[in-house]
């Protein structure tokens, strides 16, 4: 049974029973597949062990989280910090059989920290044209003693030809306005709103407005490297349309399938670790009654705290709510 929990703490954590409810709609791959075997399903497999099944030319695209060049535990897997010659033998053991699973015109973004980013563009460059490098604010983690504090990842943005998807529309970002300019005494550039003042502004490669998933947040797990909705959402929305397939072969706890799930798109998903392939369905089923994504709203990327719900005081904690913050029983990631 999984620990009790606060009464504000929506951290998704499976029972026994669970877990052998939502392994059942789990698939194992051990033989040629089509895309209608694949298509809006996990695959609860090593990917080493499935990849040669996967049929040619499905993904629209492919997002890549693959363990980064750190020490960690993922459950049932571990993987230990390699020297980078070595990790980039490592992207190379299975990155260029990806090439065979993608169209023409498909997008691959591919998430690393500053060590595993050194490996990741020689070696994904090799075989896909680099486009940007997009570098987004981690808002948690522990201080270190000897060095700066890493508040930052990178996702490297790679398509497999000339001719791919970029929907700018789709990812603006709506911002307030600091110093509201005027001409001819009319807003220039922004309007004015309940919410204030704001205006639509281009996406940048550096994000700040993301908020890593925590307890009091439904999309909240257990997974140690959960990645938030947002920020799946605004790769999907600027490089796929409703109905493209969206394929990670590293699917943790299932995010990436649930967001394209939520915005309407096909999913393919590969898990090795059966707690999180059996969270990622039961989070697929949530998000048949809740298609709702944290900072995206009307079709409109928010930056942080800047709707009026979102200002809302906080509410007082009691004693026992502040102790197990203290003591860590919110499993903060």
């Known amino acids: 049974m999984p620990p009790s929990k606060a009464k504000r703490n929506k951290t998704i954590a499976l029972t026994e029973d669970q877990i052998e409810q939502y392994s059942e709609k789990l698939i194992s791959v051990d ?4 895309v209608d075997d694949i298509l809006d399903k996990t695959i609860n497999r090593n990917l080493f062990d499935v990849i040669k099944y996967l049929p040619d030319g499905f993904v629209d695209l492919l997002i890549l989280d693959p363990p980064y060049n750190l020490d960690r535990e993922f459950g049932s897997s571990k993987f230990r910090k390699l020297p980078i010659d070595e990790y980039s033998a490592y992207l ?6 990806m090439v065979r699973l993608l169209k023409p015109e498909a997008t691959i973004y591919i998430c ?11 070696v994904a460059g090799e075989y896909f044209r680099l ?25 490297w943005f790679f398509t497999n030809g000339n001719d791919y998807t970029f929907n700018l529309e789709a990812v603006k970002e709506k911002r307030s306005v600091i110093a509201p300019y005027k001409e001819d005494g009319e807003p220039k550039d922004w309007a004015e709103s309940e919410e204030g003042r704001f205006r639509m502004t281009h996406p940048s490669n550096i994000w700040t407005d993301l908020t890593i998933p925590y307890w009091s947040m439904s999309e ?19 490089s796929s349309n409703e109905g493209d397939v969206v394929f990670d072969p590293f699917l943790g706890s299932g995010t990436s399938s649930v967001v394209a799930k939520k915005l309407n798109r096909h999913y393919v998903g590969i898990e090795i670790d059966n707690l999180w392939a059996a969270t990622s369905e039961y989070r697929l089923e949530m998000a048949e009654s809740d298609n709702s994504i944290q900072g995206y709203f009307d079709g409109v ?5 800047s709707l009026k719900f979102q200002k809302k005081p906080k509410k007082k904690q009691t004693e026992d709510e502040e102790e197990e913050e203290e003591s860590g029983t919110f499993n903060f990631m």
């Open 301 to 305: 990327f928010w930056e942080r705290n």
């Open 131 to 155: 486009r940007n490098r997009i570098t987004w604010q981690r808002d948690k983690g522990r201080g270190a003693s000897k060095n700066w504090k890493n508040g930052m990842e990178d996702i």
């Open 220 to 238: 909240n797990t257990n997974h140690p490297t959960q990645k938030p909705e947002k920020l799946l959402a605004k790769l999907i929305l600027a």
């Open 31 to 34: 033989a040629p597949v089509t």
């Open 112 to 122: 690393g920290d500053y060590l595993s980013s050194l490996s990741i563009m020689a």
């Open 92 to 97: 190379r053991s299975w990155l260029p059989q």
